[in-house]
Protein backbone atom coordinates (compact mmCIF):
# COMPACT_ATOMS: atom_id res chain seq x y z
CA UNK A 1 0.00 0.00 0.00
CA UNK A 2 1.45 3.48 -0.93
CA UNK A 3 1.57 6.10 1.61
CA UNK A 4 -1.28 7.84 -1.20
CA UNK A 5 -3.75 4.81 -0.41
CA UNK A 6 -2.74 5.16 3.78
CA UNK A 7 -3.76 8.18 3.78
CA UNK A 8 -7.02 8.08 2.02
CA UNK A 9 -7.82 5.00 4.56
CA UNK A 10 -7.24 6.93 7.44
CA UNK A 11 -9.61 10.04 6.07
CA UNK A 12 -12.16 7.52 5.37
CA UNK A 13 -15.41 8.28 7.45
CA UNK A 14 -16.39 6.49 10.63
CA UNK A 15 -17.63 3.54 11.54
CA UNK A 16 -20.86 4.15 12.79
CA UNK A 17 -22.36 0.65 15.04
CA UNK A 18 -26.11 1.88 16.04
CA UNK A 19 -27.88 4.66 16.42
CA UNK A 20 -26.97 5.45 20.00
CA UNK A 21 -29.52 5.77 22.95
CA UNK A 22 -32.64 7.80 22.32
CA UNK A 23 -32.54 11.60 23.88
CA UNK A 24 -33.06 11.63 27.10
CA UNK A 25 -32.36 8.19 27.95
CA UNK A 26 -29.19 6.72 29.67
CA UNK A 27 -27.27 3.13 30.20
CA UNK A 28 -29.62 2.80 33.19
CA UNK A 29 -32.62 3.07 31.24
CA UNK A 30 -31.20 0.96 28.70
CA UNK A 31 -30.76 -2.13 30.87
CA UNK A 32 -34.31 -1.91 32.40
CA UNK A 33 -35.82 -1.65 28.89
CA UNK A 34 -33.78 -5.08 28.40
CA UNK A 35 -34.55 -6.68 30.86
CA UNK A 36 -38.47 -6.19 30.54
CA UNK A 37 -37.76 -7.51 27.00
CA UNK A 38 -35.33 -10.59 28.21
CA UNK A 39 -38.19 -10.83 31.32
CA UNK A 40 -40.90 -11.23 28.04
CA UNK A 41 -38.77 -13.80 25.75
CA UNK A 42 -39.03 -16.25 29.02
CA UNK A 43 -35.00 -15.67 30.04
CA UNK A 44 -34.78 -16.87 34.18
CA UNK A 45 -33.72 -14.43 37.01
CA UNK A 46 -30.73 -15.39 36.92
CA UNK A 47 -30.00 -14.94 32.91
CA UNK A 48 -31.50 -11.48 33.62
CA UNK A 49 -28.86 -11.34 36.27
CA UNK A 50 -26.14 -11.70 33.64
CA UNK A 51 -27.52 -9.50 31.15
CA UNK A 52 -27.60 -6.98 34.09
CA UNK A 53 -23.56 -7.22 35.33
CA UNK A 54 -22.74 -7.10 31.19
CA UNK A 55 -24.35 -4.10 30.57
CA UNK A 56 -22.94 -2.75 34.32
CA UNK A 57 -19.74 -3.75 32.75
CA UNK A 58 -20.34 -1.41 29.89
CA UNK A 59 -18.86 2.21 30.03
CA UNK A 60 -22.23 5.14 29.62
CA UNK A 61 -20.70 6.59 27.15
CA UNK A 62 -20.06 3.54 24.84
CA UNK A 63 -23.95 3.65 24.22
CA UNK A 64 -24.20 7.30 23.62
CA UNK A 65 -21.65 7.33 21.02
CA UNK A 66 -22.85 5.52 17.90
CA UNK A 67 -19.14 4.98 16.51
CA UNK A 68 -18.27 3.08 19.90
CA UNK A 69 -19.57 -0.71 19.40
CA UNK A 70 -20.01 -1.28 23.07
CA UNK A 71 -18.89 -4.84 24.43
CA UNK A 72 -18.21 -6.35 27.73
CA UNK A 73 -14.95 -8.29 28.04
CA UNK A 74 -14.65 -9.23 31.56
CA UNK A 75 -13.85 -12.60 32.38
CA UNK A 76 -16.67 -15.36 33.45
CA UNK A 77 -15.16 -15.30 36.98
CA UNK A 78 -15.92 -11.38 37.04
CA UNK A 79 -19.79 -11.83 35.44
CA UNK A 80 -20.37 -14.94 38.32
CA UNK A 81 -19.42 -12.63 40.81
CA UNK A 82 -20.51 -14.47 44.69
CA UNK A 83 -23.48 -16.46 42.75
CA UNK A 84 -23.37 -19.66 43.10
CA UNK A 85 -23.29 -20.48 39.32
CA UNK A 86 -20.93 -22.64 37.40
CA UNK A 87 -19.12 -21.78 33.91
CA UNK A 88 -21.45 -24.10 31.96
CA UNK A 89 -24.80 -22.10 33.55
CA UNK A 90 -23.08 -18.73 32.57
CA UNK A 91 -22.85 -20.09 28.90
CA UNK A 92 -25.75 -21.07 28.90
CA UNK A 93 -27.21 -17.61 29.34
CA UNK A 94 -24.81 -16.03 27.19
CA UNK A 95 -26.22 -18.20 24.43
CA UNK A 96 -29.66 -17.45 25.01
CA UNK A 97 -29.20 -13.95 25.61
CA UNK A 98 -27.57 -14.34 21.92
CA UNK A 99 -30.82 -16.38 20.52
CA UNK A 100 -32.87 -13.70 21.49
CA UNK A 101 -30.80 -10.45 20.00
CA UNK A 102 -29.30 -9.53 22.82
CA UNK A 103 -25.54 -9.32 22.55
CA UNK A 104 -23.04 -10.79 20.21
CA UNK A 105 -20.82 -13.44 21.33
CA UNK A 106 -17.13 -12.72 19.70
CA UNK A 107 -14.64 -14.74 21.70
CA UNK A 108 -11.77 -16.46 21.01
CA UNK A 109 -10.92 -19.81 20.20
CA UNK A 110 -11.14 -21.17 23.88
CA UNK A 111 -13.81 -18.72 24.77
CA UNK A 112 -11.45 -16.26 25.45
CA UNK A 113 -12.15 -12.47 26.25
CA UNK A 114 -9.15 -9.85 25.18
CA UNK A 115 -9.83 -5.85 25.51
CA UNK A 116 -6.85 -5.52 22.80
CA UNK A 117 -8.02 -8.16 20.38
CA UNK A 118 -11.76 -6.39 21.10
CA UNK A 119 -12.78 -10.03 22.08
CA UNK A 120 -15.71 -10.16 24.36
CA UNK A 121 -19.77 -9.81 24.11
CA UNK A 122 -21.02 -7.27 22.11
CA UNK A 123 -23.93 -4.99 22.92
CA UNK A 124 -24.97 -3.78 19.60
CA UNK A 125 -27.60 -5.78 18.36
CA UNK A 126 -29.71 -4.78 21.72
CA UNK A 127 -29.48 -1.57 20.48
CA UNK A 128 -30.10 -1.79 17.04
CA UNK A 129 -33.38 -3.37 18.31
CA UNK A 130 -34.97 -0.67 21.03
CA UNK A 131 -37.92 0.05 18.89
CA UNK A 132 -38.71 -3.75 18.81
CA UNK A 133 -38.28 -4.18 22.59
CA UNK A 134 -40.32 -0.51 22.94
CA UNK A 135 -43.02 -2.60 20.88
CA UNK A 136 -42.57 -5.84 22.83
CA UNK A 137 -42.80 -3.89 25.99
CA UNK A 138 -46.35 -2.16 25.03
CA UNK A 139 -47.91 -5.26 23.74
CA UNK A 140 -47.31 -6.80 27.00
CA UNK A 141 -48.93 -4.28 28.48
CA UNK A 142 -52.04 -3.75 26.73
CA UNK A 143 -52.16 -7.32 27.29
CA UNK A 144 -51.98 -7.00 30.49
CA UNK A 145 -54.97 -4.29 30.95
CA UNK A 146 -57.20 -6.26 28.49
CA UNK A 147 -56.60 -9.17 31.07
CA UNK A 148 -57.32 -6.52 34.00
CA UNK A 149 -60.53 -5.53 32.32
CA UNK A 150 -61.86 -8.76 31.77
CA UNK A 151 -60.86 -10.07 35.41
CA UNK A 152 -63.30 -6.78 36.40
CA UNK A 153 -65.76 -7.98 34.25
CA UNK A 154 -66.13 -11.73 35.18
CA UNK A 155 -65.99 -9.79 39.16
CA UNK A 156 -69.30 -8.07 37.58
CA UNK A 157 -70.88 -10.87 35.97
CA UNK A 158 -70.10 -13.23 39.15
CA UNK A 159 -72.29 -10.15 41.20
CA UNK A 160 -75.07 -10.09 38.70
CA UNK A 161 -75.71 -13.50 37.80
CA UNK A 162 -75.84 -14.14 41.56
CA UNK A 163 -78.36 -11.45 41.99
CA UNK A 164 -80.71 -12.66 39.14
CA UNK A 165 -80.79 -15.99 40.56
CA UNK A 166 -81.97 -14.72 43.28
CA UNK A 167 -84.52 -12.91 41.68
CA UNK A 168 -85.71 -15.68 39.42
CA UNK A 169 -85.70 -17.67 43.12
CA UNK A 170 -88.65 -14.90 44.41
CA UNK A 171 -89.92 -15.09 41.52
CA UNK A 172 -90.54 -18.78 41.63
CA UNK A 173 -88.93 -19.79 37.87
CA UNK A 174 -88.15 -23.07 37.82
CA UNK A 175 -87.50 -25.11 34.53
CA UNK A 176 -84.95 -27.41 32.93
CA UNK A 177 -83.13 -24.64 31.49
CA UNK A 178 -82.53 -23.05 34.77
CA UNK A 179 -80.97 -25.83 36.48
CA UNK A 180 -78.67 -26.32 33.43
CA UNK A 181 -77.49 -22.59 33.59
CA UNK A 182 -77.29 -23.05 37.15
CA UNK A 183 -75.26 -26.05 36.69
CA UNK A 184 -73.02 -24.21 34.29
CA UNK A 185 -72.25 -20.95 36.64
CA UNK A 186 -71.24 -23.26 39.33
CA UNK A 187 -68.50 -24.73 37.26
CA UNK A 188 -67.08 -21.31 36.72
CA UNK A 189 -63.60 -20.96 37.62
CA UNK A 190 -62.54 -19.31 40.78
CA UNK A 191 -61.17 -15.95 41.10
CA UNK A 192 -57.94 -17.14 41.99
CA UNK A 193 -57.77 -18.93 39.37
CA UNK A 194 -58.06 -16.38 36.41
CA UNK A 195 -55.27 -14.52 37.01
CA UNK A 196 -53.38 -17.78 35.53
CA UNK A 197 -55.55 -18.26 32.69
CA UNK A 198 -54.37 -16.84 29.20
CA UNK A 199 -56.45 -13.91 26.95
CA UNK A 200 -57.78 -15.85 24.53
CA UNK A 201 -58.91 -18.74 27.32
CA UNK A 202 -60.24 -15.55 29.34
CA UNK A 203 -62.01 -13.66 26.88
CA UNK A 204 -63.52 -16.66 25.94
CA UNK A 205 -65.04 -17.52 29.55
CA UNK A 206 -65.97 -13.81 30.08
CA UNK A 207 -67.98 -13.96 27.03
CA UNK A 208 -69.79 -16.90 28.02
CA UNK A 209 -70.80 -15.59 31.68
CA UNK A 210 -72.29 -12.50 29.74
CA UNK A 211 -74.39 -14.64 27.45
CA UNK A 212 -75.45 -16.60 30.86
CA UNK A 213 -76.43 -13.46 32.58
CA UNK A 214 -78.18 -11.91 29.29
CA UNK A 215 -80.05 -15.29 29.40
CA UNK A 216 -81.19 -14.92 32.90
CA UNK A 217 -82.19 -11.47 32.19
CA UNK A 218 -84.64 -12.66 29.93
CA UNK A 219 -85.82 -15.50 31.85
CA UNK A 220 -86.79 -12.76 34.41
CA UNK A 221 -88.31 -10.12 31.86
CA UNK A 222 -90.59 -13.08 30.53
CA UNK A 223 -91.93 -14.09 34.06
CA UNK A 224 -92.26 -10.59 35.24
CA UNK A 225 -94.49 -9.96 31.58
CA UNK A 226 -96.31 -13.22 32.40
CA UNK A 227 -97.39 -11.96 35.91
CA UNK A 228 -97.89 -8.51 34.41
CA UNK A 229 -100.06 -10.05 31.92
CA UNK A 230 -101.86 -12.31 33.92
CA UNK A 231 -102.42 -9.75 37.07
CA UNK A 232 -103.35 -6.68 34.87
CA UNK A 233 -100.62 -4.89 35.39
CA UNK A 234 -99.08 -1.90 33.29
CA UNK A 235 -95.86 -2.57 31.78
CA UNK A 236 -92.97 -1.70 33.81
CA UNK A 237 -90.90 -0.45 31.55
CA UNK A 238 -93.31 2.43 30.22
CA UNK A 239 -91.81 5.62 31.20
CA UNK A 240 -91.25 8.97 30.14
CA UNK A 241 -88.46 10.34 28.28
CA UNK A 242 -87.25 12.77 31.02
CA UNK A 243 -88.13 11.02 34.60
CA UNK A 244 -87.94 13.93 37.30
CA UNK A 245 -90.14 11.72 39.64
CA UNK A 246 -88.62 9.64 42.30
CA UNK A 247 -88.87 6.36 41.96
CA UNK A 248 -89.44 3.83 45.28
CA UNK A 249 -86.35 1.89 44.67
CA UNK A 250 -82.67 2.68 42.86
CA UNK A 251 -81.33 0.98 40.12
CA UNK A 252 -82.00 -3.08 39.89
CA UNK A 253 -80.24 -5.95 38.53
CA UNK A 254 -82.99 -6.83 35.87
CA UNK A 255 -83.86 -4.94 32.99
CA UNK A 256 -87.82 -4.15 33.82
CA UNK A 257 -86.45 -1.26 36.62
CA UNK A 258 -88.37 -3.53 39.46
CA UNK A 259 -85.99 -5.16 42.29
CA UNK A 260 -88.41 -7.51 44.46
CA UNK A 261 -85.41 -8.38 46.36
CA UNK A 262 -84.91 -6.91 50.27
CA UNK A 263 -81.60 -5.34 50.24
CA UNK A 264 -80.28 -7.74 53.26
CA UNK A 265 -81.45 -10.81 52.11
CA UNK A 266 -78.68 -13.89 52.00
CA UNK A 267 -78.39 -15.67 48.68
CA UNK A 268 -79.10 -19.39 48.22
CA UNK A 269 -76.33 -21.07 49.30
CA UNK A 270 -77.04 -24.24 47.53
CA UNK A 271 -76.97 -22.14 44.42
CA UNK A 272 -74.51 -19.32 44.77
CA UNK A 273 -72.38 -20.36 47.39
CA UNK A 274 -71.17 -17.79 50.04
CA UNK A 275 -69.58 -15.93 48.13
CA UNK A 276 -66.57 -15.97 45.66
CA UNK A 277 -63.47 -17.74 46.65
CA UNK A 278 -60.02 -16.65 46.82
CA UNK A 279 -57.27 -14.25 48.16
CA UNK A 280 -58.96 -11.64 50.31
CA UNK A 281 -57.64 -9.21 47.78
CA UNK A 282 -59.52 -10.49 44.48
CA UNK A 283 -61.49 -8.00 42.61
CA UNK A 284 -64.85 -10.10 43.77
CA UNK A 285 -64.20 -9.75 47.28
CA UNK A 286 -63.16 -5.84 47.23
CA UNK A 287 -67.00 -5.95 44.97
CA UNK A 288 -68.71 -7.89 47.39
CA UNK A 289 -67.57 -5.82 50.50
CA UNK A 290 -69.01 -2.78 48.51
CA UNK A 291 -71.76 -4.04 47.59
CA UNK A 292 -74.06 -2.95 49.51
CA UNK A 293 -76.99 -1.04 47.79
CA UNK A 294 -77.40 1.46 49.91
CA UNK A 295 -73.99 2.48 52.24
CA UNK A 296 -75.33 4.02 56.11
CA UNK A 297 -75.87 7.78 56.17
CA UNK A 298 -75.70 8.50 52.35
CA UNK A 299 -78.38 9.74 50.39
CA UNK A 300 -79.49 8.38 47.13
CA UNK A 301 -81.86 9.54 44.42
CA UNK A 302 -84.03 6.64 43.54
CA UNK A 303 -84.00 6.41 39.93
CA UNK A 304 -85.06 2.99 37.43
CA UNK A 305 -82.43 2.17 35.12
CA UNK A 306 -84.32 3.46 32.35
CA UNK A 307 -84.37 6.91 34.12
CA UNK A 308 -80.44 6.51 34.57
CA UNK A 309 -80.06 5.96 30.72
CA UNK A 310 -81.83 8.76 30.19
CA UNK A 311 -80.17 11.44 31.86
CA UNK A 312 -76.10 10.07 31.04
CA UNK A 313 -74.66 11.75 27.83
CA UNK A 314 -74.42 10.10 24.72
CA UNK A 315 -70.91 8.94 25.13
CA UNK A 316 -71.66 6.64 28.17
CA UNK A 317 -74.99 5.67 26.71
CA UNK A 318 -72.90 3.95 23.72
CA UNK A 319 -70.71 2.11 26.14
CA UNK A 320 -73.77 1.04 28.48
CA UNK A 321 -75.02 -0.36 25.00
CA UNK A 322 -71.57 -2.20 23.98
CA UNK A 323 -71.79 -3.97 27.72
CA UNK A 324 -75.63 -4.88 26.66
CA UNK A 325 -74.46 -6.97 24.00
CA UNK A 326 -74.00 -4.02 21.55
CA UNK A 327 -77.88 -3.04 20.74
CA UNK A 328 -79.28 -0.24 22.09
CA UNK A 329 -81.61 -0.49 24.70
CA UNK A 330 -83.53 2.60 26.89
CA UNK A 331 -83.68 -0.10 30.19
CA UNK A 332 -80.92 -1.81 30.20
CA UNK A 333 -79.52 -3.91 33.62
CA UNK A 334 -77.60 -3.25 36.22
CA UNK A 335 -74.35 -4.72 35.02
CA UNK A 336 -74.49 -2.93 31.83
CA UNK A 337 -75.12 0.04 33.55
CA UNK A 338 -72.03 -0.58 35.95
CA UNK A 339 -69.59 -1.08 33.56
CA UNK A 340 -71.03 1.45 31.01
CA UNK A 341 -70.16 4.07 33.82
CA UNK A 342 -66.69 2.27 34.60
CA UNK A 343 -65.64 2.39 31.33
CA UNK A 344 -66.57 5.91 30.04
CA UNK A 345 -64.95 7.41 33.57
CA UNK A 346 -61.54 5.51 32.55
CA UNK A 347 -62.28 6.89 29.36
CA UNK A 348 -62.12 10.19 30.40
CA UNK A 349 -59.24 9.86 32.57
CA UNK A 350 -60.34 7.80 35.97
CA UNK A 351 -58.11 5.20 37.37
CA UNK A 352 -59.15 1.95 38.30
CA UNK A 353 -57.91 2.95 42.27
CA UNK A 354 -60.60 5.23 42.16
CA UNK A 355 -63.18 3.57 41.08
CA UNK A 356 -62.69 1.09 43.98
CA UNK A 357 -62.37 3.76 46.36
CA UNK A 358 -65.96 4.89 45.09
CA UNK A 359 -66.85 1.46 45.63
CA UNK A 360 -66.48 1.26 49.29
CA UNK A 361 -67.28 4.73 50.31
CA UNK A 362 -71.19 4.56 48.51
CA UNK A 363 -71.64 1.58 47.72
CA UNK A 364 -72.22 0.03 44.05
CA UNK A 365 -75.27 2.78 43.30
CA UNK A 366 -73.75 5.69 44.89
CA UNK A 367 -70.61 4.74 42.67
CA UNK A 368 -72.99 4.78 39.96
CA UNK A 369 -74.88 7.79 40.54
CA UNK A 370 -71.03 9.99 41.28
CA UNK A 371 -69.80 8.37 37.95
CA UNK A 372 -73.39 9.68 35.90
CA UNK A 373 -72.92 13.01 37.50
CA UNK A 374 -69.20 13.56 36.92
CA UNK A 375 -69.34 12.57 33.35
CA UNK A 376 -72.06 15.59 33.39
CA UNK A 377 -70.02 17.37 34.67
CA UNK A 378 -67.56 17.08 31.81
CA UNK A 379 -70.33 18.78 29.21
CA UNK A 380 -71.60 21.28 31.88
CA UNK A 381 -71.98 24.25 29.78
CA UNK A 382 -71.63 26.81 32.31
CA UNK A 383 -68.57 25.43 35.03
CA UNK A 384 -66.79 22.04 33.11
CA UNK A 385 -64.66 20.00 34.77
CA UNK A 386 -61.48 20.13 33.62
CA UNK A 387 -60.44 16.88 35.75
CA UNK A 388 -63.19 14.48 35.78
CA UNK A 389 -60.86 11.74 38.11
CA UNK A 390 -59.89 14.27 40.79
CA UNK A 391 -63.76 15.68 40.76
CA UNK A 392 -64.71 11.78 40.73
CA UNK A 393 -62.04 11.30 43.48
CA UNK A 394 -63.07 14.54 45.41
CA UNK A 395 -66.78 12.87 45.61
CA UNK A 396 -65.28 10.43 47.28
CA UNK A 397 -64.03 12.07 49.87
CA UNK A 398 -67.16 14.21 50.58
CA UNK A 399 -69.11 10.81 50.99
CA UNK A 400 -66.29 9.63 53.86
CA UNK A 401 -66.68 12.89 55.58
CA UNK A 402 -70.85 12.23 54.74
CA UNK A 403 -70.66 15.73 53.18
CA UNK A 404 -71.84 14.31 50.03
CA UNK A 405 -75.32 15.29 48.60
CA UNK A 406 -76.02 12.97 45.52
CA UNK A 407 -79.34 13.75 45.42
CA UNK A 408 -78.72 17.50 44.83
CA UNK A 409 -76.55 16.78 42.19
CA UNK A 410 -78.80 13.90 40.59
CA UNK A 411 -81.91 17.12 40.62
CA UNK A 412 -79.53 19.59 39.28
CA UNK A 413 -78.63 17.11 36.14
CA UNK A 414 -82.82 16.56 35.82
CA UNK A 415 -83.34 20.11 35.55
CA UNK A 416 -80.40 20.64 32.94
CA UNK A 417 -81.40 17.67 30.73
CA UNK A 418 -85.26 19.05 31.01
CA UNK A 419 -83.57 22.39 29.97
CA UNK A 420 -81.67 20.56 26.79
CA UNK A 421 -84.57 18.70 25.59
CA UNK A 422 -86.98 21.49 25.86
CA UNK A 423 -84.23 23.47 23.74
CA UNK A 424 -84.17 20.52 21.33
CA UNK A 425 -88.20 20.62 20.73
CA UNK A 426 -88.36 24.56 20.13
Request: glycine share 8%.
Amino acid sequence: MTFIQVGAARRQARQQYHNGLPEGWNRDRFRQLCVSYAQIQGCSAECVRTLETIIDLVSPTSFTDPFVDPFCYARQETLLGERPLNGRSLRRHEAQLEAIGLIDRRLGANGSRCKRKRLGLYLTPALNRIGDMLDAVESLREERQLHDALRGDRSRLLRHVKATFETLGELGVHSAELIALKASFIDWPRSDRLISMSLPVLEEHVETARELLMRLVEIVQESQKLHEEMSGQPDSGDRCHIQDQIEERILSCNATGEDKRTSGKPSDAHLVGAGPDGPSRCLEKQDGEAGEEIKAGLLLPRISNYGLYAFASEEMRMHIDIAASGNPNPNPTLYAIETGVWTRLSEIGTNISAWHDALYQMGLLGAIVAGVLTDAKVSDPIQPVANPGGYFRGMTRAAKRDELNLVAGWMGLVARRAKEEERGQS
